[in-house]
């Protein structure tokens, strides 16, 4: 019953924030659903990856059709539009609306009677808007009209060119200049072969003579092994990754530049990159400003990158020990959660780019792996460990708030922990009061410091609060957004256009967004034909997972079910809530699986709690263990500059 009811608060969390996404009644928030059978339409332009200034924006769209020759008893026309608009009907304004939420929201009647003519008719309508690209949604049932393929808008030479549907175009004219998932497996297949037969040759000696110590590495091997792939990876691309390549880094520098020189913590409206978290920052400063001193600002540059290839290998380590917490009496699924959680492709791009993800990362890492602690010891000390999580939870909270997502599961834990012991639940006081206490301390300073100094405790990175207003496109979403996927086993590169899955998807398996969130003078020199095809080699990987995660919907009999619940859980929460700010948000850069980092344990344990669920012949081990042979081997080869 009481995993029933852990599963319960994790499911109504998630749909507390779903409730959020989908009711909050910012203007912003444009999800746009075809109505009648008319379909929301847009001028034939292809996305634009750079952010920008608002600026307004006129786009005429125009329609011809036949009347007859009285007017119709119903000649309204319905008009929703992103945002302001005029309807004019053979050259005459029929009707208008201003910029605002009911635009779009809500649709404005216009009477076309007294414009009409007996034959053909040129209806036209100018949307304005300010916040990305003009659309409109139009439709009179008496009339025969609806919007659609069938209207017309400006091309990007000026001529009349079909209209496009608001889920037509919808990738990045780039990403064609990369091969396709296909064609880089088919370019790079051979180089599976020696990896997977070599894997496989020695899970199959390994089942015939068991006590040889060949075939099957212990974990701890394992777990050298991918430390290992992963430092050469770092030190070998060091000086062959240009330096300002990465997410926003010349802002992250620029951060990490004023830490240093006036010794504080800017204000959120004080830089691009200025309302993140500030850990990661003070620790940087220091080495940035004595390197600097003693050499120059390229070598503190450098330096950086080591700080920050530093911690992706503790999120290696803490994979590992999370690993041994889950499976303590199952050496084999230690070593397949360590492969295959270590050496993400998100975990092994993000330790070449300087900023605060991989810090935020190691340390949320180290809070699963106290839960899974937690979860499997005997006779825990509870306010020990509600001590030791807050403070975890605390620096974690001040590397990046994203770990905020977790506090429910949190809270779930410390008092799940209190009922294993037969204690009441006003046992749970002291655990939760020192949870609070260790974590506000740590990092409660620097929400005080937001609501002294700007009225509220967080502003994000899309908050007006911050001045310098910026839009992106596309601008807005649609149910195609929510429910599509497949367009990152084709074109992986940008297939954030795709929608959120896509999104999540090409950057979770490889460097989808070229590590930068607006085209950039290079992309990284990655070995793409590899990167892309490990769109297709890592499906099975995804489908372990999900059946992993699956597994755990039925009620949890001991300490690994539970471990693997709290994974399943942890990523359903921080997914809902990535779907939650892609709606609130609608531009293309908001969805990235690397705010996930921090869950690889989590990852590692679902892949491996998945792939128990296979037979235990030996073959089909054998052939599991080439699979991970040659992903991570076709992993840092894609990343091996």
Known sequence: MLGRRFLFAALASCVALLAF?????????????????????????????????????????????????APPGDSVLEVQALRAFRVTLNGKVAGEAGPGEATWRYPRSIDLSPHLVPGLNELRIDVQNDRGSPLVLARSAGLGIASGV????????????????????????????????????????????????????????RSRWPT????????????????GALGVLGLHNLRLLPIDTGFDVEFHFQYIRTVATTWRVPLANEGWQSFQAPLFYLLAAPPYLAITRLGSEGA???????????????LVQMVYLAARAAFPAREDLQSVATAAGGFLPMTVYMSHYVSNEP?????T??????????????????DRWGLGLGLLFGLALLAKVTVA??????????????????????????????????????????????????????????????????????????????????ASLERPIYAVFSGVWDALYSSFWLDGSLGSSAWAIAAPPWRYPYAVACALLALPLTAAGIAGALRTLRVPRGPTEECALFSSAAVALYVIAIVALFLSLPVFSTVKSTYTMGLAPCYGVLFAWGFDLLPRHRAVRAALTGYLCAWLAFVFRAYFS
């Open 21 to 69: 996404a989908t009711f909050a009644r910012r203007p912003e928030h444009a999800f746009l659903v075809a109505n009648g059978g008319a379909e929301w339409i847009r001028a034939a332009r292809p996305f634009d990856l750079v952010a920008r200034a608002p600026k307004l924006e006129t786009v005429p769209f125009r329609h011809r059709f036949t009347s007859a020759a």
């Open 150 to 205: 069938a209207w017309e808008a400006p091309g990007p030479d000026g001529t009349w060119q079909p209209a496009w549907r608001a889920g037509d175009g919808r990738h990045a004219p780039i990403s064609s200049e990369f091969p396709t998932a296909w064609e880089g497996l088919r370019a790079t297949w051979a180089f599976l072969l020696v990896p997977f037969a070599l894997g496989a040759g020695a899970s199959l000696l």
């Open 212 to 227: 040889s110590g060949a075939g099957w590495l212990r974990p701890s091997q394992v777990r050298w092994l991918v430390l």
């Open 300 to 314: 503190a540059m450098l330096a950086m990158r080591v700080l920050v290839l530093a911690c992706g290998l503790g």
């Open 359 to 363: 810090l935020a990362a190691v340390l």
């Open 365 to 382: 890492a180290a809070l699963v792996v106290s839960v899974f602690r937690l979860i499997g010891a005997a006779n825990p000390r509870l």
């Open 405 to 486: 997502v977790l506090l429910p599961l949190l809270l779930a834990v410390l008092l799940r922990a209190v009922r294993r012991q037969g204690l009441p639940l006003r046992g749970a006081i002291g655990p939760l009061a020192r949870f609070a206490l260790a974590s506000s301390v740590v990092a409660g300073w620097y929400f005080v410091r937001n609501w002294l100094a700007m009225g509220t405790f967080y502003v994000g990175g899309w908050d007006p609060a911050r001045g310098g207003a910026w839009i992106q496109d596309p601008g807005f979403r649609t149910p195609a957004d929510l429910l599509s996927f497949g």
